[in-house]
């Protein structure tokens, strides 16, 4: 009881900003639409494996036969990891997982614009070869993953969000008291 | 300051038990973090399972095939041509309108030896696979030696992107148009006789590098598909 008291007596809003009070719904709002990306990407990928690996053949980084092993783990991965944060379990582990993928996506999206591959990103299916006469548009993409990037990170470090295992759970993880402090 | 001195005597307690509810806080996050990552773990073997299950294992390769089982082969001339479709694929369509009786005349000059993989790369442009059914009843054709002119009515006849394709019934009526006996050919289709074919035919088109169609391979190399880039091509390779 003291130690709720002590919290709760901590976290006023200061300077009467409404932050204090939106920041957590933001942050679920941010947790459901990672997950939405998640199970969307995963979801538009599972139902045909073999052309998931071949779009990530298609990036021509890895050999054939690793490509179809990350190809057909990929949309099941995508799909859990839609799955924990629509709960909000391990938030945080979580969106530093999904700002891990989203990262190594990019590199792979620059890397096939540096070597001038005229592929889709196969990021919500597709993917491979783009027919002739049709622009590749990793602009576009990099940019959309970045935007989804931003949600992670915004989840990185507020952690903590309404309508969550965690919330259940009781606290945020890996948030320790003194950073709750310090956040507000 | 002043008040944590006045409450001192309660303290000792209290920074107990903030330890322990942070020790709780501390085994909760490495438990639910155990969690998540267990579930990542298992969701990304059983994807690799599945599509370990789905591999093309044995199949049977129809009449004409090369030996690799890789494609359907017309010719016997010196330069090697391997050209990959989709029967869905409209650009296929338009390459096989545009070139597809070049490659004919070179076969029949004896200037060239054609593999065509009908690969099954856009299943996910119909409702019914039809990319893979097409491509298996191509099989079909090419176990009568038909495959060449059932290919050609297969992309007269194209369906558009995103529409159910052809129905099996019509894939028969297909072949039927170009003279193949109906009742083999229905057979042939419903059995599914070579869509482990068709498999084989796309995964090794992917491991050999070829990610859209259409394709075209000149002596193993690359090239525009279009009529002219492929005659000169076979030019230069002496054929």
């Given amino acids: ?184 | 300051m002043t008040d944590r001195n006045r409450k001192g005597q309660r303290r000792p307690a209290r920074v107990v038990r903030e330890e322990m509810a942070r020790e709780r806080r501390r085994k909760r996050t490495l438990w639910t973090s155990v969690g998540a990552v267990i579930v990542l773990i298992i969701a990304g073997l059983i994807g690799w399972g599945v599509s370990a299950s789905q591999d093309s294992g044995d199949f049977t390769p129809p009449g004409g095939a090369n030996p690799e089982g890789t494609g359907i082969v017309l010719g016997s001339g010196p330069v090697n041509v391997d050209v990959y479709e989709d029967f869905i694929c409209p650009i296929c369509r338009t390459f096989e309108q545009q070139a597809g009786g070049t490659l004919d005349q070179l076969v029949a000059q004896n200037k060239v030896r054609v593999t065509y993989h009908p690969v099954a790369f856009l299943n996910r442009f119909s409702s019914t696979e039809y990319s893979t059914r097409s491509s298996a009843a191509s099989g079909c054709a090419a176990q009568s030696g038909k495959f060449r002119d059932y290919a050609k009515a297969l992309f007269d006849r194209q369906p558009p992107e995103g529409s159910a394709g052809l129905s099996d019934d019509q894939l028969v009526e297909v072949a039927t148009s170009i003279g193949l006996a109906g009742d083999s050919f229905r057979n042939c289709v419903r059995k599914n006789t070579f869509e482990k074919w068709t498999e084989h035919v796309t995964d090794e088109a992917a491991r050999a590098g070829v990610t859209g169609t259409p394709t075209v391979l000149v002596a193993g190399k690359q090239v525009q598909a279009s009529a002219e880039a492929i005659t000169a091509a076979v030019a230069a390779a002496g054929g």
């Fill in chain 1, 1 to 184: 009881m003291t130690v709720t008291e002590r919290t709760t007596a901590s976290t006023p809003a200061p300077g009467g900003s409404r932050w204090p009070a939106v920041r957590p719904w933001l942050g679920t709002a941010a947790r459901l639409g990672l997950a939405a990306v998640w199970l969307t990407a995963g979801g538009s990928k599972v139902g045909d494996l073999a052309a998931s690996g071949r779009a990530v053949n298609a990036y021509k980084i890895f050999p054939y036969d690793l490509a179809v092993v990350i190809g057909a783990a990929l949309p099941f991965v995508e799909l859990a990891l839609g799955l924990i944060l629509l709960v909000g379990l391990a938030t945080r582990l979580a969106a530093g997982i999904s700002a891990g993928l989203l990262v190594i996506f990019i590199a792979g999206i620059a890397s096939a614009w540096a070597r001038g591959l005229a592929i889709d990103c196969g990021c919500f299916g597709s993917g491979g070869d783009l027919a002739a006469g049709q622009d590749p548009t990793y602009g576009t993409e990099v940019l959309r993953d970045l935007g989804f990037l931003v949600l992670a990170g915004f989840l990185l470090r507020w952690p903590r969000t309404p309508l969550s295992v965690d919330a259940a759970l009781g606290r945020p993880p890996e948030a320790p008291e003194e950073e709750e402090e310090s956040d507000d």
